[in-house]
C-alpha cells in the first residue's frame, strides 16, 4: 500500500489530509498483515487505525469494546459519514434487532460487541462463516483493570481470536506501564506482535491538587469551579450516591448551566440520553463515576474535576485524557481530603468474593450436593446478589477445569488455595496501584514528571501551564466561553426524571 494511496483512502473516508502520530504507522503494519500492540493518548484519534482498514478491507473487521455508550456513539459517528456497513450487537437491541442482525451479520464490513457477547457460541458460529481480516481489542488495559475480578470474559478474549482462525490482531490502549502492557500481550497470546508506544501525557492539560478540609469544602469549590470557567466539563466521583447528590447541589446553586449525573445505575436509555445530551451541547456538566467517558470523543471539554480521587494511576490518566482533544488548553483539579483513601479501599475490598464464601461453594461441588446452576443460586444468595463476584468465581473453576465433563482433577484443598492465592496477588497488585496514586497526591516536585515516570522516560514541554508545583494559577487560565445550545427548562424536559439510586460504584 502507497504512502499516497493510504492517505487518499484517509481522506476520502474521513476528510483529513495528514495522519496524526502514530496512525499511518500502525494502519500499515495492520495492512500488512502483523499483530500489532498499540499505546496512543486519549483522544489521538486510535479508533481511525481500525476504522480506516475496515473501509478499505474486503473482509471484516471485529471490535471488541467495552462500553455500550462507546459501541453506539462510534456507530451513530460512522453511519453519519455515510459508511452504513457497521453495527454493535449488544444486549441494548431488542430480540428482533439482534436476531436480524446476526442472520445478516455477512452484510458489515465493521462490527462491535462486548466480550461477553464474544462468548455466545451462536455469535462464535456466525462469525467463523465471515472473512474475517483484522480482529481489534480496543480499550484493551480492560484486561489487565478489568479481566481478573467482575469482567473474566476479557481472559477468553484469546479463545474466541483462536476459534475465529487467529486473523490479524490489533490491541489498542491510551495507558499501560510495561508490565501491564506484557499482561495484555500475554492474555491475548501474541507471540508475534509489532508494538508502537507513544508518548501518553498531554502537553496542554495542566495538572492541579487542591486540598480540602471536609466536604462542604469540596461542594462550595466545585461550584465556585463552573460558575468561574463556563466550559465543557466532567467532574468524577467514585459513589454514585455523592454523583448524584452534588449534581443536585449544583443544579440549586449555579444559574444558567444544564446538569446532570449519570452512573452505572441508570438504565439504559438514561445512560444514552445523557451521553447524546452532553454530546450534542444540550449539557454542560456531567457529574460521573467512571462508568462514563471511555471512548466519547467530545472534543471541547476543557475542564476534569475529581471530586474522589480514582485508584490508580492509569484511570486518572485515561479520565483527565478526555480534555483539550484539540490541544486546547484545558486543567485537570483532585480536591483532595485525607480521608478520601478510605473510599478506594472499600471499592478494593468489595471487589472479590471472601474467601469464606468461596469455601462453601467449592465444599458443595466435592460434596455432590448442588449442581452447577443451584451453586450459582446459593453464591449469589450468600454474597448479596455480586454478579460481578460469581463471575469471578465461575471463572476459576473453569481455569481449574472444574466445569468440563464433571470431572474433578484437583484436591479441594489445592482448589482453596489457588483460588486464594489469586485473590490475594490481585488484593496486593490493587493496593499498590492505590498507593501509587496515594504519593503522586503528596508530590513535592513537578507532577507532570512524576505522574509518567512508570510509563515513558521523558515528558514532553507543557505547551499550557504546568502543574501546582510549577506555578500553575487559576488567573492565568482564560479559556473561550462555551453556552449551552438550549435552555435549562427545554433540557430538563428533554431529560425524564432520573430516579435518585444510593449505591458506590465502579
Not at 462500553?67 to 459519514?81: E, F, I, Y
Request: glycine share 4%.
Amino acid at each position: 500500500m502507497s504512502e499516497i494511496k493510504l492517505e487518499n483512502y484517509l481522506e476520502h473516508y474521513f476528510g483529513y489530509t495528514t495522519f496524526r502520530q502514530g496512525q499511518k504507522e500502525i494502519i500499515t503494519a495492520i495492512l500488512n498483515e502483523q499483530n500489532v500492540f498499540a499505546v496512543l493518548p486519549t483522544g489521538t484519534g486510535k479508533s481511525i487505525c481500525y476504522q480506516l482498514p475496515a473501509m478499505m478491507s474486503s473482509g471484516t473487521v471485529i471490535v471488541v469494546s467495552p462500553l455500550l455508550s462507546l459501541m453506539t456513539d462510534q456507530v451513530k459517528q460512522l453511519k453519519a459519514m455515510g459508511f452504513k456497513k457497521v453495527a454493535a450487537l449488544n444486549s441494548m437491541l431488542t430480540y428482533q434487532e439482534r436476531e436480524g442482525l446476526i442472520d445478516n451479520l455477512h452484510a458489515y464490513q465493521l462490527i462491535y460487541l462486548s466480550p461477553e457477547m464474544l462468548q455466545s457460541k451462536r455469535i462464535l458460529g456466525r462469525l467463523k462463516t465471515l472473512k474475517i481480516s483484522l480482529f481489534v481489542v480496543d480499550e484493551a488495559h480492560c484486561i489487565s483493570q478489568w479481566g481478573h475480578e467482575f469482567r473474566p470474559d476479557y481472559l477468553r478474549i484469546k479463545e474466541a481470536h483462536q476459534l475465529l482462525n487467529k486473523p490479524t490482531l490489533l490491541a489498542l490502549t491510551a495507558t499501560a506501564t510495561p508490565d501491564v502492557q506484557e499482561d495484555i500481550i500475554q492474555a491475548l497470546q501474541l507471540n508475534a506482535v509489532e508494538k508502537f508506544i507513544y508518548p501518553m501525557d498531554k502537553p496542554n492539560i495542566a495538572l492541579v491538587v487542591e486540598a480540602m478540609y471536609d466536604q462542604k469544602g469540596k461542594d462550595k469549590r466545585v461550584t465556585e469551579l463552573i460558575t468561574d470557567y463556563r466550559v465543557p466539563t466532567l467532574i468524577y466521583f467514585s459513589s454514585r450516591d455523592e454523583a448524584a447528590r452534588v449534581a443536585s447541589v449544583l443544579q440549586a446553586r449555579v444559574k444558567n448551566r444544564a446538569i446532570a449525573y449519570y452512573h452505572g445505575g441508570l438504565d439504559n436509555q438514561d445512560r444514552l440520553l445523557i451521553q447524546q445530551q452532553f454530546m450534542n451541547k444540550q449539557l454542560d456538566v456531567i457529574c460521573c463515576t467512571n462508568a462514563f467517558g471511555m471512548g466519547i470523543n467530545k472534543k471541547d471539554i476543557q475542564l476534569i474535576i475529581h471530586y474522589h480521587f480514582p485508584s490508580q494511576i492509569e484511570s486518572y490518566i485515561q479520565e483527565i485524557g478526555r480534555a483539550g482533544r484539540d490541544g486546547q488548553d484545558s486543567v485537570s483539579v483532585i480536591l483532595y481530603h485525607e480521608y478520601d483513601r478510605f473510599i478506594p479501599q472499600r471499592l478494593l475490598e468489595a471487589e472479590l468474593p471472601d474467601i469464606q464464601v468461596i469455601k462453601q461453594m467449592l465444599s458443595y461441588i466435592y460434596n455432590g450436593e448442588k449442581t452447577l446452576d443451584e451453586i450459582k443460586d446459593a453464591f449469589l444468595i450468600t454474597s448479596n446478589g455480586m454478579e460481578a463476584h460469581w463471575r469471578f468465581f465461575a471463572y476459576q473453576l473453569e481455569r481449574l477445569g472444574m466445569t468440563k465433563n464433571n470431572t474433578i482433577d484437583i484436591s479441594y484443598e489445592d482448589a482453596v488455595s489457588s483460588i486464594e492465592e489469586v485473590i490475594e496477588r490481585r488484593q496486593r497488585y490493587k493496593y499498590t496501584k492505590l498507593n501509587e496514586m496515594v504519593d503522586w497526591l503528596h508530590t513535592k516536585t513537578c507532577r507532570r514528571e512524576a505522574l509518567f515516570l512508570h510509563f515513558q522516560d521523558h515528558i514532553q514541554d507543557p505547551t499550557f501551564m504546568c502543574c501546582d508545583r510549577c506555578g500553575f494559577n487559576w488567573d492565568e487560565w482564560q479559556p473561550s466561553v462555551k453556552i449551552s445550545q438550549v435552555s435549562e427548562h427545554n433540557w430538563r424536559i428533554n431529560l425524564r426524571e432520573i430516579l435518585y439510586q444510593g449505591e458506590t460504584d465502579e
